[in-house]
């Protein structure tokens, strides 16, 4: 199935250096130098993924990605000039799915694209080397062979540490992953599914510990 990427940047040869790329790897593109362009292309177009820059002409991205998740969950990855910590953050807990910075490089911004869309896609993924097995498809984890009775919350949580083994995610990151804009704003609740979660792991073998804490930023899976 050939995938669209639009690309939301109001400089001609940046967006011409990330079409190439997508394209050299079999992705087709659509680009447009503006929000309100890129709403109508939206509302009118199967979009697989969006890449979008905050310093817009007309709207600041930030704004646009939530005028976006009003109508749409597109997978969304910022790709800016703005690469302080707090940008991202931002980014992030208000729905995007990654943030790159630029100056960039586009071989890594393909590897991100194709990330989030696995992450993100119905293609059930390969068991992963540790016990889990993730079938997103069906929103389906099982771990030692056995189903998980998860919320959907504690779903979208374990299969975004799945997706990414040893990457520690901050309790923002998780946040925004799980509940996008309509996100509460206390951290903690990550702490509390976290606990649920490794309840019912534990039900299945007392001694797995495959969620590490990392003490004031958030959480890894033991890769």
């Known amino acids: 199935m050939e995938r669209v990427i639009l690309v939301v ?5 940046i967006a ?5 790329a997508l394209e050299t790897e079999s992705f087709r593109t ?3 130098n503006n929000g309100h362009d890129a709403l109508k292309e939206l509302a009118q177009k199967p979009i697989n993924l969006v890449i979008l820059d905050i310093g817009l002409p007309d709207i600041n991205g930030f704004e646009l990605l939530k005028s976006i998740r009003k109508q749409s969950d597109v997978p969304v990855i910022f790709l800016s000039a703005r690469n302080e910590e707090i940008d991202r953050i931002v980014g992030l807990e208000i729905g995007a799915d990654d943030y790159v910075s630029k100056p960039f490089s586009p071989r890594e911004l393909v590897a991100r694209v194709k990330a989030v869309l696995k992450r993100t896609g119905s293609v059930p993924d390969k068991p992963p080397a540790t016990g889990f097995e993730l079938d997103k498809e069906k929103a389906t984890i099982r771990f030692q062979g ?3 009775d998860l919320t959907r919350a504690e779903y979208s949580l374990l299969s975004t540490l799945l997706d990414q083994p040893g990457r520690v995610f901050e309790r923002a990151q998780l946040i925004a992953q799980i509940w996008n804009h309509n996100h509460p704003s206390d951290e ?3 702490d509390t599914h976290i606990k649920e979660i490794r309840a019912k792991i534990r039900k299945i073998d007392t001694n797995a510990d495959p969620i590490k804490t990392h003490r004031g930023i958030g959480y890894s899976l033991n890769a």
Request: proline share 0%; glycine share 6%; net charge negative.
């Open 30 to 32: 659509s680009w447009v």
């Open 16 to 20: 011409d250096t990330v079409q190439y």
């Open 9 to 13: 940047e109001d400089e001609s040869g």
């Open 146 to 148: 056995q189903a998980l």
């Open 188 to 190: 903690r609740v990550i």
